[in-house]
């Protein structure tokens, strides 16, 4: 049980005096006490005093007393005397009061004193004696109005003092008011800045107030037989409380509490009893509402609120609140005070008061909820004031008690100020908790709490309940030689409040049991006080719960519990590892940017995980990666365990998982895809390709791991893997070119970036030693495909293609005819390589190199060379002729015209650079010595091409001996060639006659379309209202000009305009008004005619 308040009792009366304590009010250090006399009592309350333990009693005599230190307090109670100068002892002093009485003020009333309150701003004591309200003077206690009008048969009344502000200054200013109940009229008078205001406001309820308690500043709630309401004391308004239950009902209606009802037939049996409707101000604006055993929680507008009532075994006397519980005093025939969670609504403490008839709080105070946390219980003969306990001790005595949820809900009910740390005070809570739960085998509610944002317990603390199976070294499991001895010590541990209170029937958390014990504890009927925290610890109260090695009931039942737990853990190391993340980058490993804003999840992540949260960035990291490194190995066993699967997802991510524990654990599983993936992620890639050649390389599927049979896996690796790893590219690579050259050759191959950025220096040999053929692929996807145009590697390919086609000439075939087709086509195609090596390296008299040494030459310029192997040695006129038209387009020479064409045959000497065609037909009709001529591809020539041919330099080649028939092709040809640009020259001189006489119709008479260019012979017409553009005066009599947009200008604003305006355009203004002006260059001046007359540009 709890010990939030301790009660001392400071007033107690002398047996002979015969008077009866009936109210007190406590303001101060001052406490008034109203007896049934009449009589007004005003006591003083002292410090209670600081208890001081002795002095420990020197060895050698322990009989001797020890002398009371000098600072000690002379008034605490002590076992030791204190010894005088000559050695006798002398009695120890007399304890001091708790109270002293200053005055009493014996004809105060002439009946009982029933209520008392101050209204401290106006310095005013409100009493209720003989039903009715009085006002005195609180410091002499002289009336001010006994008794106040209107209040005979005056039942009770209440007070409350608030800072409202002016709504029409906006000043704040302290209101009180006093609400007093006459039978059904609610009487309501009201203090400004201590000025009793004389409106007396009345509101008429349904049936007798019998208790009154405000629930703001303008809002009263008044108890009545027949259920609540409530009234607003500005409007006048009154709304009776509706709820569920007894509470609930109109008033004057009949309730479960009206006469006519069950219960109150009940009562009226009993002599016409009928309980007292009782009410207090809890805290955030709610009241609780109370009626014999049934309650109701409002808020302060009347709204009912969704909570469950308390659970009373007999109807309270009297109920209040005391930052931050609920306090129910019970009739004084029991004199106990219960003390119960406003949140769980659990009993917490009951304390025994003998005769305690009623409860005393101070007045609430509108800044902090805890300032009035002590009040007073008083009986006809004593007050007790009640002490709040500290706060810290409060929340630690409910977690040694094992009642987590109260603490819980006290922590979270309290304001941080009154607490040493609330923040890690309630995560510790909480974490043990969520200890309590796992070993209740609640595992998906012990890991959801421990993974909750504000607790975000250490990993290592989570893996200390796990065996070693999951935690490894974290593990706080003990061996299974120890299970025994640990369970009898764990579970014969009993509450010592229950031993001394064996028959007590409120408890908050029941202990643990174990064996004959827990038997008996079955049989026992469970409290509705704490059933719903008992229900939450049924069937797990032993220690046993906790996750072992080998539980000893059964082996199954243990299997799946970890299986469950596992499972459970999965989510808390998820969510762990999603908050590492946070401050810290899983591929570097360096902690991120820090958040400059308050409260961010670095920061906070950083006080939960380090006992130093001040320490610098490199021990933070430090710290930070070893947890990461706990986590995320930890989940890693925790897949191995639950779900294997899962194990491929964490290692294609980033990880910090131990490589040792994994390499081991999985070589033990024979889990080698999943250890392939581990070793990717880690950037061990050596050992990942070396198990992959280990299983890829044999002919037959290893059985351990079939998938990984082949070099499909060792490839995909291969391809994934930066340019920096050239050299565990080319080691690993290599099986798999010989094993399957196709295969192998996608890593430098693929369309990715890796196979791009290769270096292409390194690769390429590397191929050619396994391979030329993998060489020249690869070389040829380069330049083909990448356009690289480096020099050594077209030489290099040049040499590879030449090479291969010698070596494999005698075993001519397609697969030949197609390297030679890619050898001439790359000779042609290329600029890069080097022409003098090329022509070094083709076998001069082999025949099927004939075409790439004629390629070469034409590279080299050497067409007559080149055109000399088309025609005489591979005989080829075809692509001897396709040679001269594909050199024709490439010298890009122009197309000559009849006018040059008759020049150059009037000139000879402008033919000194025969054209290619020339050259080719020089071939034919005058061949080298060996050679004889060839007429018929001549003439074909002079028929297709004939007009590229010169008639001079051509005839001159024409044997004699030819018909002229013979040439009438040519002759054609030659014609229609100087028709053509005969006809041309026609057709352009045509077309520019046209257009100049377009440009001078423009020029004189403009291009016709409204409000475009008029040309010379444009008018413009001025009229009264027409200003300059430039000066924006009116033209008047002025001289004008007139710009090509038909703007008119004073001509002497023409030259200022062109100063003032800028670029080109002005520029075009000057001299496009030159352009406007008539022939003669005279302007027009426009007072030669009338207004709006024609001028002339």
């Known amino acids: 049980m709890l010990s939030a308040f301790t009660a001392r009792p400071i007033i107690e009366l002398k047996q002979r005096d015969r008077s009866r304590i009936e109210s007190i009010l406590a303001y101060g250090d001052r406490v008034l006490v109203g007896l049934n006399t009449g009589s007004l009592r005003i006591y003083r309350v002292n410090d209670p005093p600081t208890p001081t333990p002795p002095d420990s009693e020197p060895i050698n005599s322990p009989s001797t007393p020890q002398n009371v230190p000098e600072n000690s307090n002379p008034a605490v109670t002590t076992t030791t005397t204190t010894a005088t100068q000559d050695g006798h002892p002398m009695p120890k002093p007399p304890p001091a009061k708790p109270t002293d009485l200053l005055r009493e003020v014996e004809k105060f009333s002439t009946r009982a004193i029933e209520q008392l309150a101050i209204i401290k701003e106006a310095n005013t004591l409100v009493s209720l004696s003989n039903y009715a309200v009085s006002l005195h003077d609180l410091q002499t206690f002289e009336p001010i109005e006994a008794p106040l009008l209107r209040t005979k048969n005056a039942s009770t009344f209440a007070v409350t003092s608030n800072i409202v502000k002016d709504p029409a200054t906006g000043i704040p200013e302290i209101i009180s008011r006093l609400a007093v109940s006459v039978k059904r009229r609610l009487l309501l008078w009201s203090w400004h800045e201590s000025e009793l205001s004389p409106e007396v406001t009345e509101i008429v309820l349904a049936e007798s107030i019998r208790s009154i308690t405000w629930a703001s500043a303008t809002r009263v709630v008044c108890g009545m037989n027949s259920g609540y309401a409530i009234a607003d004391v500005e409007t006048g308004n009154v709304e009776d409380i509706v709820g569920p239950g007894a509470i609930g009902g109109a008033a004057g209606g009949q309730g479960r509490f009206g006469a006519v009802s069950v219960a109150g037939m009940g009562y009226m049996g009993l002599g016409g009893y009928m309980p007292k409707p009782l009410s207090a101000k809890l805290a955030n604006g709610e009241l609780l509402l109370a009626k014999d055993i049934n309650t109701l929680f409002i808020d302060d507008s009347g709204k009912p609120l969704e909570k469950r009532q308390i659970p009373w075994q007999a109807a309270p006397e009297s109920i209040g609140y005391s930052y931050p519980y609920i306090l129910a005093l019970q009739p004084p025939a029991k004199g106990s005070l219960e003390i119960r969670n406003p949140d769980t609504l659990s009993l917490l403490q009951t304390i025994a ?158 202990p643990k049991a174990s064996g004959f014990a827990k038997y008996l504890m079955g049989s026992r009927k469970l409290n509705p006080e704490t059933a719903s925290i008992t229900s939450s610890k049924k069937g797990s109260d032993d220690e046993t719960a906790s996750i072992k090695g080998k539980p000893q009931d059964d082996h199954s039942q243990s299997e799946k519990d970890l299986m469950a737990s596992v499972l459970a853990l999965n989510s808390y190391l998820a969510g762990a590892r999603t908050r590492l993340q946070r401050v810290i980058d899983p591929t570097t490993g360096k902690l991120k940017p820090r958040k400059s804003q308050s409260g961010s999840t670095e920061e906070a992540f950083k006080t939960l995980l380090l ?183 077209h030489d290099r390919l040049v040499e590879l293609f030449i090479k291969q086609l010698v070596d494999t000439e005698k075993e001519r075939g397609e697969e030949w005819d197609a390297l030679m087709d890619r050898l001439v086509r790359f000779l042609r195609e290329s600029e890069q390589y080097g022409l003098g090596k090329a022509r070094a390296l083709i076998p001069k008299d082999d025949a099927p190199f004939y075409e790439a040494q004629a390629v070469v030459l034409s590279k080299m310029g050497q067409h007559r060379q080149a055109l000399v192997i088309y025609v005489f040695k591979m005989q080829d006129y075809a692509k001897a002729e396709e040679y001269c038209n594909l050199i024709h387009k490439t010298q890009q020479l122009p197309q000559p015209t009849a006018k ?129 553009g430039v000066c924006h005066k009116r033209i008047g009599g002025s001289v004008v000009a007139v710009i090509p947009d038909n703007a008119v200008v004073h001509y002497g604003c023409l030259g200022r305009s062109a100063a003032a305006a800028t670029g080109a355009g002005v520029n075009g203004l000057r001299h496009g008004s030159s352009r406007t002006m008539s022939p003669a260059g005279e302007s027009v001046r426009s007072g030669y005619g009338q207004w709006g007359g024609r001028v002339n540009g």
């Open 900 to 1028: 040059t064409d008759d020049i150059s045959s009037s000139q000879p000497g402008a033919e000194e650079t025969p054209s290619i065609y020339h050259t080719l037909l020089s071939l034919y009709l005058k061949p080298p010595p060996e050679y004889a001529p060839n007429l018929s591809p001549a003439l074909d020539l002079l028929s297709k091409h004939g007009s590229r041919l010169p008639a001079t330099s051509t005839l001159s080649l024409v044997p004699d001996t030819l018909p002229v028939a013979e040439l009438e092709s040519y002759f054609r040809g030659r014609m229609r060639s100087a028709n053509s640009a005969v006809n041309e020259m026609r057709v352009v001189a045509g077309l520019r006659k046209t257009a100049l006489f377009a440009s001078q119709s423009l020029l004189f008479l403009g291009d016709g379309i409204p409000g475009g260019k008029g040309g010379r012979n444009r008018r413009v017409v001025i009229g009264e209202e027409r200003v300059c």
């Open 353 to 510: 008061l003998p005769g305690a008839a009623s409860l005393h709080f101070p007045p609430p105070t509108v800044s902090l909820a805890h300032a009035g946390k002590g009040f007073h219980v008083l009986s006809d003969r004593a007050v007790w004031k009640m002490d709040a306990i500290d706060y810290d001790s409060q929340v630690e005595e409910l977690v040694k008690s094992g009642m987590f949820d109260e603490a819980i809900s006290v922590l979270g009910m309290l304001e941080d100020a009154l607490l040493k740390n609330k923040r890690e005070t309630l995560r510790e809570v909480k974490m043990q908790k969520a200890e309590l739960l796992f070993r209740q085998k609640k595992y998906r509610d012990s890991m959801d709490l421990f993974n909750e944002d504000d607790v975000d317990a250490p990993p290592e603390r989570v893996l200390k309940l796990f065996p070693k199976l999951i935690a490894g070294d974290l593990s706080g499991v003990e061996e299974e030689k120890h299970d025994e001895s640990e369970q009898e010590s764990s579970n014969g541990k009993v509450s010592s409040e229950q031993e001394t209170k064996p028959d007590a029937t409120e408890v908050a958390s029941p």
């Open 611 to 793: 006992s130093s949260p001040d320490e610098g960035d490199e021990q933070l990291e430090r710290t930070l990666q070893s947890t990461f490194r706990t986590v995320d190995t930890a989940l890693f066993r925790a897949y191995m365990y639950s779900r294997p699967t899962l194990v491929s997802s964490l290692f294609r991510i980033p990880n910090f998982c131990d490589p040792d524990v994994v390499n081991e654990c999985l070589l033990e599983h024979n889990r080698f895809n999943e250890l392939v993936d581990f070793f990717y992620g880690k950037k061990l890639h050596s050992q990942a390709l070396a198990l992959l050649r280990r299983f890829g390389s044999p002919d037959e599927p290893d059985e351990a791991a079939p998938s990984l049979h082949g070099p499909q896996r060792t490839v995909e690796y291969l391809q994934r893997l930066p340019p920096e790893m050239i050299d565990v590219i080319l080691e690993y690579s290599e099986w798999t070119l010989r094993k399957d050259p196709e295969l192998g050759m996608e890593v430098f191959l693929a369309d990715s970036e890796n196979a791009e950025t290769l270096p292409r220096d390194r690769v390429a040999p590397f191929l050619g030693s396994i391979d030329p053929k993998l060489e020249i692929r690869y070389l040829e996807h380069i330049i083909n495909d990448l356009n690289d145009r480096t020099p050594n590697f």
